[in-house]
């Protein structure tokens, strides 16, 4: 009898708002060391904490781009724990009434889209970061992300393999961005993921779980579930019990660990936090951010194939971002006659090589323009396609546009029948017993010609009429 995997995912998103969540502290990544704090997220005592409005706005905004409920009022607790990062000894979240209950992110799956609930999103405040690299008998603190605010976006155990998973945070990570209400770079830990897994026979209730915790790449996530999956079922194989614990993945032994068993870590002695008034929002407030949402990827994504008759490929493709997303709708603004090319030369060749160079589209050393002045010469003959890749080449590395490129390396497509019958005449005096046997009636022998006529002209001869003039010409 096979097994059936069970996943859950927290996922722990930065909100990109200017200021932390409770103070005025800068929230600028990478300064040094405790640069960024106050007496507020330092944990002094007898500080008061004041909201972050701009946080809740965008964890509203987040909960109205997922179809879930907007609760117009919500309040804040306290989680007690201690950790040398937390020095108030407790994190400001929200536990009894999140800011969004419900909603769902729709993953694509082999059978059409696949609906994956979400159970809630709650605001919070981040930890600070234990240090411990290159020292030795001695950690350090830095609390500049201590009060840096987060969304926790909590799913319904809904996924039933790794690849669903990854399906699901790819899309959550692509909604965040294209909203703007987090810079999600993973690198530096803006979005987070604990995956809770377990297995189960087919129809029987769910199995223990375990949490993964804090991973922060989509490799990572992947390898860990698998691996846990394995070992679950390998304990229940042999007669034992999954243990309900937090375990953390070791990516350099491809293993995961125990790090706690829930009892212990779970008393977190919630209590509503005494020096925040119950967050109150007007259906008005929600009403205006709902107004002032963005177009989302999968609108977008269709609009591309319907406006521009993309195929589905390419409007995933160029719809990934919304960096992406308007540098098409530049492109095809200065190329307008043919969006499907724009699609195709964005796509295949510029993407390609950008990706080469390691670059983003936001600094491609070919803008949109300039992309357009190239295409504009493959519609209008002066240079074939194939002879366009090669100008794009010599773009991407002088950042000089096509027209210069074609003119200083005398790339113009020849099209001067004239011309044209010099080439063709040189070729049949080389190739005298071609000419025979082609006159003699071996057809198949125009593919030789056309193939030497145009490598005689360096690609450039217009093969439209090459061929129209060999035909002529060989007839004798
Ligand atoms: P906690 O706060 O202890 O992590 P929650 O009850 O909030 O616990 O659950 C956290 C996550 O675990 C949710 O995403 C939920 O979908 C998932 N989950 C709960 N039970 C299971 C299970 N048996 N197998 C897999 N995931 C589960
Ligand atoms: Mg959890
Ligand atoms: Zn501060």
Redesign the pocket.
């Known amino acids: 009898m096979s097994w059936e995997v069970?996943?859950?995912?927290?996922v722990h998103c930065q909100i990109n708002t200017r200021t932390k969540a409770f103070c005025g502290c800068s929230t600028r990544f990478g300064a040094e060391p405790n640069t960024q704090t106050c007496p507020v997220c330092l944990g002094m005592p007898g500080q008061l904490p004041v909201l972050n409005t701009v946080a809740v706005d965008k964890s509203i905004l987040t909960g109205l781009a997922i179809g879930a409920k907007i609760n117009l009022e919500s309040r804040f607790d306290r989680k007690n724990y201690f950790y040398p990062d937390l020095p108030k000894g407790y994190q400001i979240s929200q536990f009894a009434v999140p800011i969004v209950e419900g909603g769902h992110i729709d993953i694509p799956g082999k059978d059409g889209e696949k609906r994956i609930g979400v159970?809630r999103i709650h605001m919070e405040e981040d930890a600070g970061k234990s240090m411990h690299e290159g020292l030795e008998a001695v950690s350090h603190i830095d609390l500049n992300r201590s009060g840096v605010p987060l969304m926790e976006i909590?799913?319904?155990?809904d996924m039933r393999s790794a690849d669903e998973a990854i399906a699901y945070l790819k899309q959550l990570h692509q909604l965040v961005r294209f909203l703007e209400v987090s810079g999600a770079d993973m690198e530096k830990g803006q979005f987070r993921c604990?995956a809770?897994?377990?297995v189960r026979r087919p129809g029987e209730p769910?199995?223990?779980?375990t949490?993964l915790k804090n991973m922060n790449s989509f490799r990572f996530i992947k390898q860990a579930i698998d691996y846990e999956v394995m070992r679950q079922i390998e304990v229940i194989e042999d007669g034992g019990k999954v243990v309900q614990e937090s375990r953390l993945w070791d990516s350099v032994k491809n293993e995961s660990r125990s790090m706690r068993s829930?009892e212990e870590a779970?008393d977190y002695r919630y209590f509503p936090e005494p020096d925040l008034p119950p967050l109150r929002v007007s259906q008005e407030d929600v009403d205006a951010i709902r107004a002032g949402m963005p177009e989302l990827p999968g609108q977008l994504r269709r609009r591309f194939e319907t406006e521009f008759g993309l195929s589905p490929y390419d409007a995933d493709v160029l719809s990934q971002t919304r960096e992406l997303a308007s540098w098409y709708e530049s492109l095809v603004a200065a190329h307008p006659a043919d969006p499907k090319r724009c699609a195709n030369w964005m796509a295949n060749e510029l993407l390609g090589r950008l990706k080469e160079a390691g670059k983003e589209i936001e600094n491609s050393p070919v803008s949109a323009e300039s992309l357009a002045g190239l295409l504009d010469r493959i519609a209008d003959n002066t240079i074939s396609g194939k002879i366009a890749k090669d100008v794009l080449d010599a773009m991407m590395e002088s950042g000089a546009s096509a027209d210069a490129i074609i003119e200083e390396r005398g790339l113009k497509q020849v099209s001067d029948s004239g011309a044209i019958d010099a080439i063709i005449r040189e070729v049949m005096a080389a190739n005298p017993e071609q000419v025979e046997g082609y006159r003699g009636g071996k057809d198949k022998l125009m593919g030789f010609f056309v193939g030497q006529v145009m490598k005689a002209s360096r690609g450039q001869a217009n093969p439209g009429v090459v061929n129209q003039r060999l035909k002529e010409l060989l007839k004798g």
């Open positions: 069970v996943i859950g995912l927290e159970t909590v799913s319904e155990p604990d809770n897994v377990s769910l199995g223990t779980r949490e829930k779970h």
